[in-house]
């Protein structure tokens, strides 16, 4: 089993900026890779970002790109997602993941997640 726990969320201003951080701890040699998802109000549950734990490939959904910026630490066990430029439709509870596959396929382990909500 994988544990995941994030930190970070909060409420900012539109156009401000937010760091969420998400520690892995369990079983995690078995992890390939490790995403952010996210689920606003009314809506289901969507792809944010994602990485591969060996190589650091990345995957944006094209509503986040060129304003969130994933990042791992192999050795801690950690990745993080910093996130600039905040829209208020970007206002979810934000769920990190874990996937024993690949970046595009299912995850595994889940998070309990961490509130963002971005004021207009």
């Known amino acids: 089993q994988v544990q995941l726990v994030e930190s970070g969320g909060g409420l900012v201003q539109a156009g401000g900026s937010l760091r969420l951080s998400c520690a892995a701890s369990?079983?995690?040699?078995?992890?390939?890779?490790m995403g952010w998802f996210r689920r606003a109000p009314g809506k289901e549950r969507e792809f944010v970002v994602g990485?591969?734990?060996?190589?650091?490939?990345?995957y944006y959904a094209d509503s986040v790109k060129g304003r969130f910026t994933i990042s791992r630490d192999n050795v801690k066990n950690t990745v993080s997602l910093q996130m600039n430029s905040l829209k208020p439709e970007d206002t979810a509870v934000y769920y990190c993941?874990?996937?024993?596959?690949?970046?595009?396929?299912?995850?595994?382990?889940w998070g309990q997640g961490t509130q963002v909500t971005v004021s207009s």
């Open positions: 993941a874990a996937s024993r596959t690949r970046v595009l396929g299912d995850y595994d382990y």
């Open positions: 369990g079983r995690t040699f078995g992890i390939a890779a």
């Open positions: 990485i591969s734990w060996s190589y650091g490939r990345t």
